[in-house]
């Protein structure tokens, strides 16, 4: 394995981040449904916030990615850590990188009094799967995610009316 090292990424790297979203919407599947822009990563991830991305760098190329941001446990008392996206490109796979940059999270949440450290995965990804199980990481049995977006979140907003 060349070295590894990771960083976190600052603002120019918009279009960096954009491109990993990008491979990693391919592999699930999803391509169509990235909407995101340089200019709505800048804002949601530099101006406001709400997310970092940690880079894992070998011989001076990005090659792969983590995006994560806190939420809170009430029953906990402490936030955590969500790993919301994890993709390693392809060329690099195998040689240990995905778990490089999973164990640097962890030394993050950690570093940073963070209770846990959650991510979600789809059901029929299998490799991940498997590969998670393999560090200890454990399915939530008998919790299901629920999503409201685009006019479901409008409605719930009560911003428009349902047909009548």
């Known amino acids: ?24 919407a391919k592999y699930e599947k999803m ?3 990235v909407t995101a822009t340089p200019e709505l990563l800048e804002e949601w991830i530099f101006d406001k916030g709400h997310a970092q991305v940690l880079f894992a760098v070998a011989d001076g190329q990005e090659v792969g990615f983590a995006l994560f941001f806190h939420n809170f446990s009430t ?10 996206d994890l ?3 392809p060329e ?11 164990r640097r999270l962890a030394a993050m949440a950690v570093e940073r009094g963070c209770g846990r450290m959650e991510w979600s995965c789809l059901d029929w990804n299998r490799p ?5 199980r393999s560090l200890g990481a454990v399915p939530m049995e008998g919790w299901t995610i629920y999503r409201a977006a685009g006019p479901a979140l409008a409605r719930l907003a009560g911003e428009t009316r349902d047909e009548e």
């Open 92 to 102: 690099y796979r195998g040689r240990g990188y995905g778990k490089a940059l999973l």
């Open 75 to 84: 029953f906990v008392g402490k936030a955590g850590l969500y790993l919301e």
């Open 31 to 33: 391509e169509d449904q």
């Open 87 to 89: 993709y390693v490109l």
């Open 128 to 132: 991940s799967i498997e590969f998670y």
């Open 1 to 24: 394995m060349e070295e590894l090292t990771f960083r976190l990424a600052e603002r120019k790297d918009a279009g960096r981040i954009l491109f990993f979203v990008r491979e990693l």
